[in-house]
């Protein structure tokens, strides 16, 4: 069975810099489309980051782009998200998220990966 799990949230001021881990359990990262979701209460979940881990390939929202990088360590089976330059906006909960069976392309709702991790809450301050 799959699981993943998040770490790395916390509380920071604007400007500041954030990394958030996801250890994948029960499956290695080969050939799987991983990504960076985000949430904020009473809306929908938004996607930040993907990279599909065939070939390092990688896709940001536009919000984040030149601020957050995704990445990937094989011999960690983690997924990582640093987050650097960061704005009250970007204040939610985190969710590290799986999809299976192909590369990211057309991936673009939480609707599309089917394993999730539990969330890690992000806090930035004014």
């Known amino acids: 069975q799959v699981q993943l799990v998040e770490s790395g949230g916390g509380s920071v001021q604007a400007g500041g810099s954030l990394r958030l881990s996801c250890v994948a359990y029960g499956y290695n990262l080969d050939s799987v489309c991983m990504g960076w979701f985000r949430q904020v209460p009473g809306k929908e979940r938004e996607r930040v980051a993907v990279i599909y881990t065939g070939d390092g390939s990688t896709v940001g929202a536009d919000s984040v782009k030149g601020r957050f990088t995704i990445s990937q360590d094989f011999a960690k089976n983690t997924v990582y998200l640093q987050m650097d330059s960061l704005k009250p906006e970007d204040t939610a909960t985190y969710y590290c998220?799986?999809?299976?069976?192909?590369?990211?392309?057309?991936?673009?709702?939480?609707?599309?990966?089917?394993?999730w991790g539990q969330g890690t809450q992000v806090t930035v301050s004014s």
């Open positions: 998220a799986a999809a299976y069976g192909g590369s990211c392309r057309g991936r673009t709702l939480a609707a599309d990966f089917g394993y």
